[in-house]
């Protein structure tokens, strides 16, 4: 089982690796053959995973290993082989028809891609097998153990109390000034600051590196090797860093997971939700805060001399600053789970018959107008500006406001430690990191996600600190 | 077997993809999982090659693709496993040791393994089979079909005149000044004019890159993804650019092959004296001719202000200099067949037991004095400055300068062609790309080298055209 386990891994970072190559270096007629390489290796995987050597290997394991590829060699027989088909290339069609619809801003290029995504997936819940709704079976796959009915109860909690901060965000930042961040913000002197601040917070560089690419994101193609990447603005040196410092969040937590256990559940993040806490903490909670900027600032208005004469009371505040925006990667701290209320509440009707696929516009836009207070000015801005969907990945946007939250939570606990607070306030983040390797990383997949919670801070996910948070920072 | 065909192809494709990455980007703690995942691949590329399924598979075939496919399974299939293991594990050590050896300029630190490696290779020969030599068998594992009885009598038939060519070229050479060439030569501008003149060659950037590594080579990662690599010396343009011109040599070959054959010999490079022929023709006949220069030279002037009151007349000796040089990597195109012609007979005399490997280093350096009319200044110039030996790659070298006498022989051949010679009196490389494509490029491995060389030229390799174009530059 051992060598099986190890192998799956070797073909899946692997994957990982050829995915990266794609996206930060192929030329673009590579993509073609690419393609190929990707769906043989996942091909590859997927047989070794679904093998009978495979589930005779399960009995030789035990605990919380055993326990999760046992999950997963579960849901993965589960799927007959012709709805795996199916689905993939449902979702490639999807796709390419996604983004043609988001390009000519034409939902009804989508609408019948979408109604194929939401019968395939409905077909992947009941063979999975759920409890109360089929969503259970879909959000389980990025947030183990999680229930739909009580992710509702979460956001139905704090829904209102989030608008209220939102508003009150949006009216104090009308007064405050930002247009003396932008400036001449050579890419050279951002990636010097970039990395200066990632290498600070702990990012180890001899196995990890950073790239540009038009999205960012965070990939581990190794033990010992994780890539982030991030794109550039050449007038606001804020975008990138910010950036870098939420990708840096997730490569921690990677570079945190016990490496000798790098084929096993055991040395693999546990969710998305607990995932998006660390990469949220380290932008939100680290990277607009007083100590943080203490430290940085003078090192920033050497590099970039149109902030040389802002004083520190007036950076803050801009970096800070709240607006409505019809697109969700573009929010900011203060309105961005109210893009996710209004996904998770949409999705999750979709799923339940309670909304009809042609009706996903309408209905996008009226959520979006109580919530925001004005309508997405058309379908590209509005509900085809995501990707999610059309991959077939239903279920997955919770896991960032779960991440949000998690992650003022789990700060929150990490700064009662009297050594880690005084370290904060010093802008000497390396005790909160030895923190959250010892409470979050270090776990891998041995706890569940709601428990992993439980034992770091005393409770499970539970919104208190970060609305706490919210409401000093934008109220 | 077509389906294997394309498995065992995607799976070596992936394994350049990880290579070139590790040679490109990868962090340092990196390598140690990279080398797993190479293992991995490398052992399932092996068990594909050997199993029944490809011998059955064989019979299904026909022509060319037959015999070289039945030519590399009985290969691979004549080697005991445990041979295989020892090979690879040897060379692993050999690696570090040759490094190590190196480094301190200690041959004894290296003798040991290469002894190791000498009966390695000798055990494949006998496994293999030969007509005449062991020699043979590790010869015709670069060069197909070759014969070292015929390749020995090959050189020493132009030894001689070498030798007396390379001696008059560096004396006129002593005369020629080359201190105008050196000044600042910016990475982004020498950048710009690489990837013009290659673009201007027929390298397709849609399907390529060129990328910075210490040790420029070229790779194939799919059908449409030719990656180059060159290094830059920021005093001197000329080193990156020939550098260039020499790897897109080796890209063109590749980006000429018969793309839908990708998977089978059709669609493969055909021998290393066939592919180092391109590089050499891109660098040396067109890279150092004067309707190159008269064209590119008033381009370079406006990207190196150092230039700009250079004359071509002086101009085109200096990038024709010559100069003998105890390093094999530093030698320009007069001297270095001296330093192949060495190589070539001390690892044909240890493979034949004339000589030991205690002898290796006396022996080199009484060969290189009688060819130089110097000594190295110690072994790590002399007997340890290559990487091939210690790779196991007895048998390699003599490729280098078959590639040698090769570029003149097709270069002549497609000259002889007046629209083709025209062409290139005006700059214009492209009639001259097209005969390549046509005359060795789409053949792939349909032909074998000195077939390919005859059905081109009109005869088998011979140094005659070489020999011309040496004098003709250089006395």
């Known amino acids: 089982m051992e060598k099986l386990l190890r192998e799956i891994t070797i073909l899946k970072s692997t994957a990982s690796a050829l995915n990266w190559d794609q996206e930060t270096n192929a030329p ?7 393609a190929k390489q990707l769906a043989y290796l996942s091909g590859r995987i997927h047989e070794l995973k679904t093998s009978t050597k495979f589930q005779e290997g399960l009995a030789n394991l035990n605990g919380p290993n055993q326990r999760e590829l046992t999950h997963q060699y579960e849901r993965a027989t589960k799927l007959p082989q012709d709805l795996v088909l199916r689905d993939s290339e449902t979702s490639t ?10 390009g000519k801003d034409d939902y009804t290029t989508f609408a019948p891609h979408l109604e194929k995504l939401l019968e395939i997936a409905r ?8 409890e109360d709704e089929p969503y259970d079976a879909l959000l389980s796959e990025y947030e183990r153990g999680a229930k739909t009915g009580e992710v509702a109860e979460l956001f139905d909690s704090v829904s209102g109390e989030l608008a209220e901060i939102a508003a009150a965000a949006v009216e104090r930042s009308k007064k405050i000034p930002v247009n003396f961040l932008h400036g001449e913000a050579p890419i050279a002197a951002q990636q010097i ?6 290498e600070s917070l702990g990012f180890d560089f001899k196995a990890g590196r950073i790239d540009t690419t038009e999205h960012p994101f965070c990939t581990t ?13 050449e007038q606001d040196f804020t975008s990138s860093l910010f950036g870098v410092m939420h990708e840096t969040g997730h490569g921690l937590y990677e570079q945190g997971l016990p490496t000798e256990d790098f084929h096993l559940p055991s040395g693999q993040a546990v969710s998305l939700g607990i995932h998006e806490s660390q990469s949220r903490m380290w932008e939100n909670h680290v990277g607009r805060s007083r100590p943080f900027w203490e430290k940085w600032l003078p090192r920033a208005q050497e590099l970039f001399p149109h902030l040389r004469k802002l004083e520190l009371n007036d950076f803050l505040p801009a970096v800070n600053r709240a607006a409505y925006s019809a697109i969700r990667v573009e929010a900011d701290e203060a309105t961005y789970d109210l893009h996710i209320l209004l996904r998770f509440k949409l999705e999750r009707a979709l799923l339940a018959g309670e909304l009809e696929v042609a009706g996903v516009p309408d209905a996008w836009n009226e959520t979006f ?6 309508r997405p000015a058309n379908d590209a801005e509005g509900c085809l500006q995501d990707i999610h969907w059309s991959m077939g990945g239903l279920g997955y946007f919770a896991t960032y406001s779960l991440g949000n939250i ?10 009662s430690d009297d050594a880690v607070s005084l370290a904060f306030s010093k802008a000497d983040f390396l005790p909160l990191l030895k923190w959250m390797q010892r409470e979050v990383h270090a776990h891998g997949s041995s706890l569940f996600p709601q428990d992993l919670m439980k034992s770091a801070t005393g409770s499970m996910t ?5 609305l706490k948070h919210l409401r000093s920072r934008f109220c």
């Open 28 to 34: 673009a007629a590579a993509v073609e053959y690419r």
């Open 406 to 415: 998690n992650s003022a939570q789990l700060f929150n606990a990490a700064l």
């Open 369 to 374: 107008e109580k919530l925001f207070g004005f």
């Open 462 to 466: 539970n919104p208190e600190a970060y």
């Open 221 to 233: 193609l190794g033990p010992a090797d994780v890539r982030l990447t991030t794109r550039y603005d």
């Open 123 to 130: 077909e992947k819940a009941e063979h999975w097998g759920y």
């Open 193 to 198: 600051l970039n990395r200066e601040v990632a």
């Open 93 to 102: 069609l999807a796709k390419a028809a996604w983004s043609e619809a988001r």
